[in-house]
């Protein structure tokens, strides 16, 4: 395909930016994942008309998930930081027999209207009783922002069979009250134990999740997605799409190492390719969140979801099939065990630390000579600073959310969103990684891990597609690559921090079609 432009091009290596005229469409016959771009600059007939703007690649996300952490269509969204007077308005639904409330996005909770005034369920003694004050007729079950920690009522408690004997599972805990009882809070692996029965999400509403999820990424310019949790459900879902060929984005999927999820994989991994779907490798974790409590510091604490006869099990296959293998590391315990891990890698297979939130200086040193890769989310720095400063010794804060320190010790990285946990917006990204403050001003600690603007960009695009080996056909606006692109109305490249607030997506284009216009 031909995309025609007016003005300079905005390639990562080179400076300036393009201003889009038009584009010619793929015709519905051609392989909707091979068009690329042919030629820049001449003016030829074009069959859909682009919005003026600036136009960037089509952003990566390295770091998200499309099946929305497993939650329903249906289920209830919670904002990170809600009032219980508008929880009590959420849970007050109709529901049929037997089903459960199920939500999603809790942090802390408003108290009342005092603004400083909150309940953290993480910390108070008796969560569950929180609930059963606003609904006990019914089982709830609502998931922390972070995927890690599971807030569940005495009626779920019941169902589930969890009572004062029930043991902690390995890689996760069940909070309890003073008196032995479980308090209502269950944290990574102990999630499963209520998640065991509430009933799973059907496949046809699945799929729409996921193309609901996938316009979510297109409204912030995001062409690919690397999707790292992904059960048999999710990847039948995922193959169903492409097939079909409605799936409206490109998908790296990282495989959760579940008998039923393995057997799905093709005996062998395939070359990479620019294909709409594409098996890159297997997804472990070595702790769980800092809010929640599973983040393994060297202060203490934290939890190891994943055993360590899996890890070698899941590693032993990496190397005999050729799979990337990818660590969920947040804590710094959990990245150098990490490291550890993955340091048997062979040379040039960018296995991958994730998060990589809290690490010393010496593991970022390890990880460049090893030749492992990190995805990081600078988001996480924003929400998580409550927690970053109330858990974090002075001595770890230092080390917290060390982006200039990957780049200077010579670690590929880049950089993911961790949606729904954050926003997928990639301009909003870019202000937490070169600003490394709230939206309302707030400067976080480790000023000096900022990143400059043109760094922050190449994150998101051909740092990013190199985490999975796509640089050959994406993260780039050239000839010969991928064309996947976005148009904004602000120059991303060169516009005052603040207006990186503000800036908006108008268009975004995967594989020469115009899928998402504002």
């Known amino acids: 395909m031909v995309v025609t432009w007016v003005g300079p091009l905005f390639v990562p290596s080179t400076s300036g930016?393009?201003?889009?005229?038009?584009?010619?469409?793929?015709?519905?016959e051609d392989d909707p994942s091979d068009a690329v771009v042919e030629s820049l600059g001449a003016r030829v007939g074009a069959t859909a008309?682009?919005?003026?703007?600036?136009?960037?690649p089509g952003f990566v996300d390295a770091h998200a998930h499309l099946g929305r952490l497993g939650m329903a269509p249906d289920s209830i969204r919670l904002e990170g930081d809600e009032s219980l007077s508008a929880l009590r308005r959420k849970l007050h639904g109709p529901v049929t027999p037997d089903a459960w409330l199920v939500g999603y996005g809790w942090r802390t909770l408003t108290v009342d209207t005092a603004p400083t005034s909150h309940l953290d369920p993480t910390q108070h003694?008796?969560?569950?009783?929180?609930?059963?004050?606003?609904?006990?007729d019914v089982p709830i079950a609502l998931t922390r922002a972070d995927g890690h920690a599971l807030w569940v009522n005495s009626l779920g408690l019941r169902c589930a069979g969890i009572e004062r004997q029930t043991a902690d599972p390995p890689g996760g805990w069940l909070g309890r009250g003073r008196d032995g009882e479980p308090n209502g809070l269950l944290v990574d692996s102990a999630?499963?134990?209520?998640?065991?029965?509430?009933?799973?999400?059907?496949?046809?509403?699945?799929?729409?999740?996921?193309?609901?999820?996938?316009?979510?990424?297109?409204?912030?310019?995001?062409?690919?997605?690397?999707?790292?949790?992904?059960?048999?459900?999710?990847?039948?879902?995922?193959?169903?799409?492409?097939?079909?060929?409605?799936?409206?984005?490109?998908?790296?999927a990282f495989i959760y190492p579940e008998p039923d999820a393995l057997a799905m994989l093709p005996e062998r991994k395939v070359a990479p390719s620019p294909?709409?779907?594409?098996?890159?490798?297997?997804?472990l974790f070595a702790d769980g969140a800092l809010g929640s409590g599973g983040a393994r510091l060297s202060t203490g604490g934290g939890v190891q979801p994943d055993s360590a006869s899996r890890f070698r099990a899941v590693i032993d296959k990496a190397q005999r099939e050729g799979w990337q293998v990818a660590v969920h590391a947040i804590g710094d315990?959990?990245?150098?065990?990490?490291?550890?891990?993955?340091?048997?890698?062979?040379?040039?297979?960018?296995?991958?630390?994730?998060?990589?939130?809290?690490?010393?200086?010496?593991?970022?040193?390890?990880?460049?000579?090893?030749?492992?890769?990190?995805s990081v989310q600078p988001l996480h720095a924003l929400s998580d600073l409550p927690w970053a400063q109330r858990t974090l010794a002075p001595e770890l804060l230092v080390h917290a959310y060390p982006w200039r320190a990957l780049?200077?010790?010579?670690?590929?990285?880049?950089?993911?969103s961790d949606h729904p946990i954050e926003t997928s917006q990639a301009a909003t990204t870019l202000w937490g990684a070169t600003m490394r403050q709230t939206e309302a001003g707030v400067q976080l600690p480790g000023e000096a891990q900022r990143l400059d603007r043109r760094d922050a960009l190449w994150a998101l695009t051909g740092g990013a597609?190199?985490?999975?080996?796509?640089?050959?056909?994406?993260?780039?606006?050239?000839?010969?690559?991928?064309?996947?692109?976005?148009?904004?109305?602000?120059?991303l490249s060169a516009c005052t921090p603040q207006s990186l607030l503000t800036a908006r997506c108008l268009a975004t284009v995967v594989a020469g079609r115009l899928v998402w216009e504002r």
């Open 17 to 28: 930016r393009a201003r889009v005229d038009s584009l010619t469409q793929v015709e519905p």
């Open 49 to 56: 008309e682009l919005p003026k703007g600036f136009a960037f």
């Open 125 to 136: 003694p008796e969560p569950r009783r929180v609930l059963d004050e606003l609904r006990s």
């Open 191 to 252: 999630m499963e134990l209520v998640r065991a029965h509430i009933p799973p999400v059907r496949d046809a509403a699945l799929d729409a999740m996921v193309l609901e999820e996938a316009g979510c990424f297109h409204r912030t310019g995001v062409t690919c997605v690397h999707e790292m949790v992904v059960d048999a459900q999710l990847f039948a879902s995922l193959r169903r799409l492409e097939q079909g060929r409605t799936l409206p984005l490109r998908v790296r």
């Open 275 to 283: 294909a709409r779907l594409g098996v890159r490798g297997l997804k």
């Open 333 to 374: 315990v959990a990245v150098r065990d990490a490291v550890d891990a993955l340091q048997v890698a062979p040379p040039g297979a960018r296995w991958r630390v994730e998060h990589v939130q809290v690490a010393q200086p010496s593991e970022l040193r390890r990880m460049a000579a090893l030749g492992l890769c990190a």
């Open 407 to 416: 780049r200077r010790a010579g670690v590929r990285f880049g950089f993911g």
């Open 465 to 491: 597609a190199s985490l999975t080996f796509d640089e050959p056909w994406l993260g780039q606006l050239w000839p010969g690559f991928r064309a996947d692109f976005s148009v904004w109305d602000t120059d």
